[in-house]
């Protein structure tokens, strides 16, 4: 679980201008109703220092005894005539910029979003999912925190310090002087404080998201847990942390509490010095007993106006941290690309080339060598060879998911590289070998598989796949809806569902990798079943470990170390006595075994 932290200074400060300047750009379609907050912020600040101002004239008038009392009554209205515009500006402001702020957020989202939508599938290699998701939920939630609210009190902080300064100024130079000196070195040592409590509250978060990953991981790893009895085991780690925790928690609950008070100590010096100064100078005719007054107002505006920027610095350094996270995905190329001027696919008959094709996913590091088969319209190709040896990436790159380094791959004499890549694949149907299934209901997930699929085509489609009969076991039937990529249904069920969204799909090309691993041998012969009725007119790719899988295939290639050492029919091979004799009679072996066991 990853957890906020206040980045270091250095490498936030020389991105931070670029980085602002281009979510200002989020910004800017809404230029008006910024401008109107900045003007409401000016407002807010000149009725703070007038407010100020007129306590001293209040003060003044008293103080002056025996006149009459309209002149105070006069000041009181402009008082509470004062104190309802700062509120409605506020208020104002404050809905303007939520509504700024939400709709640059939600610009931002969709771009992000939509873009990791377009990126080929290196890019996801090359970034886990665990990191694109912490970018898209909480890189733009701390954004938000800090631009929905801490941002108007920043603005606002600055406004006051400027107007504030202004009015100080025009009033009287000399206590201006004096009143910065004080608040400057208080918030001086106040930054000093600051300084040394930020860091325990950032340990606690740190410790507090390892805590919360810890219990995330062996809660939704339960059955695991159980099944290895680490139940105490894990109760004990996890005390462990809870007390690491509670002892930093302690510490920095302790340092906050103690920089409160000081900031409550802060108060009364400023009090105490303006008071003792200031009194001076009054009773000296320096100045009037009203001025010193206001000076106290204008003092504690200051104040809070610099409290409030140094306690949001770690926000707003965190929000430019997140800011450039999310820009740095959002400047990633897709690594496989579109020509813009490349044309659409037109309907295939199948027929597939493969040229002296070499592949690698990192530079340097070859997965395949020297492919070449020719696959022709409505053939079945079979594929097995050892764990990691190239099928899936055969696949892989048959799709376009990735391109390739030398050599090229044909479907109906075109490139796969000259043509949208969209375009390609809707012509090639995929059953993948980890089946993954939409929170959706199941009729949802397969119309996926084709625009404008009939509900009457699903079910045809999951009858052939043999999946109707289970469809309607569900509670809902074909209603019911999937979670978590359809972990509430079994991992066969998951691959006849996938090959009923294959059938759907129907188009001239198909692709099965793997799909039937981990079943039982009923369920297995029902998939088989599904994947024949799948095969008929097509050009069907079929990786395998069960070679009674591709027995009936047209051609098997046999891969090694991304190699093809063998090819031919089942006969053929089988007659070779070479790899793919090998590998069968293996299996073979281990089935009767199996049979003799039970
Ligand atoms: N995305 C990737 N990035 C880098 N290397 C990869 C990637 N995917 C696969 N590889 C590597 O490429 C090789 C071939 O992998 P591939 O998935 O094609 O094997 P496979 O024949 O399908 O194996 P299996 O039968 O276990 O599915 C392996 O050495 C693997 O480590
Ligand atoms: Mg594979």
Not at 200 to 226: C, H, M, P, R, Y
């Amino acid at each position: 679980m990853k957890t906020m932290q206040v980045p270091q200074d250095d490498d936030v400060l020389s991105s931070m201008i670029p980085t602002v300047k281009r979510f200002m750009g989020y910004m800017s379609p809404h230029k008006l109703k910024l401008a109107l907050v900045i003007i409401l912020m000016a407002v807010f600040a000149l009725l703070e220092a007038i407010f100020s101002l007129l306590m001293g004239t209040a003060t003044n008038i008293i103080s002056a005894g025996h006149g009459p009392v309209e002149p105070l009554f006069r000041v009181i209205i402009w008082l509470l005539a004062g104190a309802i515009i700062i509120w409605i500006s506020g208020a104002i402001s404050q809905k303007l910029l939520s509504n700024i702020s939400q709709e640059a957020l939600y610009q931002l989202r969709i771009d992000l979003f939509a873009h990791i939508q377009k990126m080929s599938l290196g890019f996801f290699d090359r970034r886990p999912i665990g990191e694109l998701m912490s970018r898209v939920t909480n890189d733009t939630q701390v954004i938000e925190q800090f631009i929905s609210i801490g941002s108007l009190q920043t603005g606002q902080a600055i406004m006051t310090i400027i107007i504030t300064s202004i009015v100080m100024l025009l009033v009287n130079p000399s206590l201006t002087i004096l009143s910065y000196i004080v608040v400057l070195a208080l918030v001086g040592v106040s930054w000093l404080i600051t300084k040394t409590s930020g860091p325990a509250f950032v340990l606690l978060q740190d410790k507090t998201g390892d805590l919360n990953g810890f219990a995330e991981e062996w809660i939704s790893g339960a059955k695991t847990v159980i099944a290895c009895r680490q139940q105490d085991a894990a109760s004990r780690r996890f005390s462990a942390m809870s007390r690491k925790v509670a002892n930093i928690g302690e510490k920095a609950q302790f340092s906050a509490l103690i920089s409160q008070q000081v900031s409550n100590i802060f108060t009364t010096i400023v009090i105490v010095i303006l008071l003792l100064v200031g009194g001076i100078m009054v009773m000296d005719g320096m100045a009037e007993i009203g001025t010193l007054i206001a000076f106290i107002g204008f003092s504690f505006s200051l104040l809070g106006a610099f409290t409030t920027i140094f306690s949001s610095y770690a926000q707003i350094l965190n929000a430019v941290v997140g800011a450039s996270r999310v820009f740095e995905v959002l400047d990633e190329k897709p690594g496989v690309d579109d020509r813009k001027d490349s044309p659409a696919m037109p309907a295939v008959t199948g027929d597939v080339i493969f040229d002296h094709v070499d592949f690698s996913y990192i530079p340097g590091r070859r997965i395949l060598t020297d492919n070449t088969f020719h696959a022709r319209p409505g053939q079945v190709f079979g594929l097995c060879g050892p764990t990691g040896a190239g099928k899936s990436t055969i696949i892989n790159i048959l799709t376009r998911y990735y391109d390739i380094e030398n050599g090229a791959i044909r479907i109906d004499d075109k490139d796969v590289r000259e043509v949208r890549q969209d375009t390609l694949r809707v012509q090639i149907a995929q059953v993948q070998q980890e089946p993954f299934l939409f929170s959706d209901t199941i009729m949802a997930n397969l119309k996926y598989a084709r625009e404008g699929a009939t509900e009457e085509e699903c079910v045809q489609a999951a009858q052939q796949a043999n999946a109707h009969d289970f469809i309607l076991q569900q509670p809902n039937g074909y209603n019911t809806v999937l979670v978590d990529g359809g972990s509430n249904l079994s991992q066969g069920q998951r691959q006849m569902l996938t090959i009923a969204r294959a059938i759907v799909a129907n188009p001239r090309m198909l692709i099965l990798d793997e799909a039937t691993s981990n079943v039982d041998t009923r369920t297995e012969k029902l998939i088989q079943e599904g994947l024949l009725a799948l095969q008929k007119d097509k050009t069907s790719f079929i990786i395998a470990h069960r070679l009674s899988t591709i027995r009936h295939a047209d051609q098997i290639l046999v891969i090694d170390k991304g190699a093809i050492i063998e090819r031919g029919s089942h006969t053929e091979l089988m007659k070779k006595k070479g790899f793919y004799f090998d590998l069968y009679m293996s299996q073979f072996r281990g089935k009767l075994s199996g049979i003799v066991k039970e």
